[in-house]
């Protein structure tokens, strides 16, 4: 953990980071509620984790984002092409797998699913998914204190809430949408 922080110190704003540790705190405390088997710490430490290590990514400059995709064989969308910021998330599976040696495929999954999420995602890609939304620095957009609620009473419905705000954000600013975050909600909508 201790080299973890310290790269993202190196590597994060400062605003960056709080949020960072604000995710990890969050992902934690959603896995203590969800976790399948209390008796199991796994995934609270998992989640942990993961939400450490989710926007590892997210100061780096778009051109560099591009280069580590294209250089490693990361596959990106046209969109992603054409708003990088969106490759945070994938280019931070890659740091979390090479520089960190994180070989667990779920919260690699979980890192690179935050921002967009995805179909059928596991239970800690929704616990990154939300934790990254909900945390206590988060400034405010609306309906922040319903969807904290919602978050441990229904995941599932969190995430079909949060989807639900951010396709309406996104078109209230005129932004490209993502097409997976639209396949996501299409998803989830059934909650």
């Known amino acids: 953990m201790k080299k973890i922080k310290k790269y993202l110190k190196k590597h994060l704003t400062k ?7 604000g995710v990890a705190y969050t992902a934690a405390a959603l896995a203590m509620k969800y976790n399948p088997d209390t ?8 989640a942990h984790l993961a939400g450490l290590l989710h926007d590892c990514a997210k100061c780096m400059s778009d051109e560099k984002k591009l280069h580590i995709c294209d250089k490693n064989n990361i596959s990106y969308t046209r969109i992603e092409a054409q708003h990088p910021y969106l490759l945070h998330g994938k280019v931070g599976a890659y740091i979390a797998k090479k520089k960190f040696k994180i070989n667990d ?10 921002t967009t999420g995805r179909p059928d995602m596991s239970l800690l890609e ?10 206590p620095s988060r400034k405010p957009i609306p309906e922040l204190d319903l969807i904290r609620r919602l978050a441990f009473e229904d995941i599932d419905k969190t995430m079909e809430k949060i989807l639900s705000n951010t396709l309406k954000h996104l078109k209230e600013k005129n932004v490209p949408v993502d097409v997976m975050t ?3 909600y299409e998803s989830y909508k059934k909650y």
């Open 15 to 21: 605003d960056r980071y709080r949020h960072t540790l």
């Open 182 to 184: 639209q396949t996501t």
């Open 126 to 135: 929704k616990i990154i998914f939300i934790a990254d939304y909900i945390e």
């Open 105 to 114: 495929k779920d919260i690699l999954e979980a890192i690179t699913w935050h």
């Open 39 to 46: 008796s199991n710490a796994n995934l609270v430490k998992r």
